[in-house]
């Protein structure tokens, strides 16, 4: 299992917060701080219950996906990969990849009409899903980071009775 990407996620999202490991474990209902180092070492995986906790105790629903892209058998079959970085360079990043698919949009339209990919077809349609899978590798970043922002605003900036 390639869980690497989360321990590293897990640990610094623990730290942003400004979390000990005994703070972390009382936050999410742990018992004890050996268990949340395996996690962090990677030695065990959480739950996806426990790592739905983490998500919201730590105020980072990245680390949501992360999990279920790199630790879930199905994740990783389905769920592209995402760019992690600031929001200014997401924001730049998807301007980018939008014009990208402004690009390939008539190949797009042109091969999807007949709802299938004919062998003439391939190359071409191979460059339409790797920008649009370079689009929604930018796109659900913003999409993902919003929630928690959604729930602060819809409980007047009271985070703990958001998530609870």
């Known amino acids: 299992m390639n869980q690497n990407e989360f321990t590293i996620a897990l640990v610094k999202a623990r730290k942003d917060r400004g979390l000990t490991q005994e703070q972390a474990c009382f936050v999410i209902g ?17 739950s996806e219950r426990t790592v739905s906790k983490i998500v919201q ?9 992360i999990y279920l892209h790199r630790c879930t058998e199905l994740g990783r079959l389905i769920l592209p990969p995402i760019i992690h970085t600031g929001l200014d360079n997401l924001a730049l990043r998807f301007q980018k990849e939008y014009n990208d698919i402004r690009s390939v949009q008539m190949d797009m ?9 004919n062998e003439d077809e391939e190359e071409r ?8 899978t370079e689009l929604a590798g930018v796109s659900l970043p913003l999409i993902i980071s919003s929630f928690g ?11 703990e009775r958001a998530y609870v």
């Open 30 to 46: 742990v018992a004890d701080t050996s268990t949340l180092s395996k996690w962090e070492t990677g030695k065990e995986i959480p």
């Open 57 to 65: 105790a730590y105020e980072e629903p990245l680390l949501g996906y």
């Open 109 to 117: 339209i042109s091969i999807a009409c007949d709802g299938q990919v």
């Open 125 to 132: 349609w191979e460059r339409v899903q790797k920008e649009v």
């Open 149 to 159: 922002v959604r729930k602060k605003l819809l409980q007047g900036g009271n985070l």
